[in-house]
């Protein structure tokens, strides 16, 4: 399913706060000085249009959200909605997630980690590309606060099963939840453009949270 063409940025936007890169990430990690401010922490890995960035950052203005996305131009179009709606408790970094998370990210310090619809690398030969690896996810328990959560969505079974699999056989994190589908009550109530693209079609959405334990 190929993703529509980005809409023109308005080019009087200023994304300095809501886009950065890696090398201008605080290292050590500073979220007081990346967000101006101390608050739970929420990580998107792979925004994509930004769709859930912009709508979890308006909805929970006391957290933070981090969201890294490796694709410049996405990752750009992210932080323009960000930008347009002065959402000040949340950036877009254009980067490599498994990068931010093994180099940056402390252990302990994260409320949060959100990864919806990855890249499947649907060939054999490419599956060790997926960002759902046993290396990730042990950074993901690292990283995760006690009674943090993961968030995993896919349209893709096989990759679902996989990852569960995976969960369970490598890390102590509690689960899976199922998490229910409700039903969108306007154009753009989903969590994120790509499940409203796979909804509309009619195809199933896999869901799944965990939570770590104390």
């Avoid at 912009?54 to 909605?81: C, M, T, V, W």
């Avoid at 679902?160 to 409700?182: Q, R």
Wanted: charged share 30%.
């Amino acid at each position: 399913m190929g993703r529509r063409a980005l809409r023109k940025i308005d080019p009087g936007l200023d994304l300095r706060r809501n886009l950065k890169f890696f090398d201008e990430l605080p290292n050590p990690w500073d979220a007081t000085a990346l967000f101006g401010r101390s608050a739970p922490l929420e990580v998107e890995v792979g925004s994509g249009k930004g769709l859930f960035m912009q709508s979890a950052a308006a909805e929970r203005p006391d957290h933070n959200f981090l969201g890294i996305e490796i694709a410049d131009k996405y990752a750009r179009f992210s932080a323009s909605r960000l930008a347009k709606h002065a959402l000040r408790n949340a950036v877009i970094v254009h980067g490599d997630a498994r990068r931010v998370f093994r180099a940056l990210l402390p252990t302990e310090t994260v409320a949060a980690v959100h990864v919806y619809f990855p890249d499947p690398w649907w060939k054999k030969r490419h599956r060790k590309r997926r960002v759902m690896t046993a290396p990730f996810l042990g950074e993901v328990v690292r990283v995760l606060a006690s009674t943090g959560r993961l968030h995993f969505w896919t349209d893709v079974k096989e990759y679902f099963d996989d990852t569960l699999a995976l969960i369970d056989e490598k890390t102590s994190l509690a689960g899976p939840c199922d998490v229910p589908e409700w039903p969108a009550e306007h154009h753009l109530d989903y969590r994120t453009h790509f499940e409203r693209r796979v909804r509309l079609a009619g195809q199933p959405v896999y869901r799944a949270e965990f939570e770590k334990g104390p």
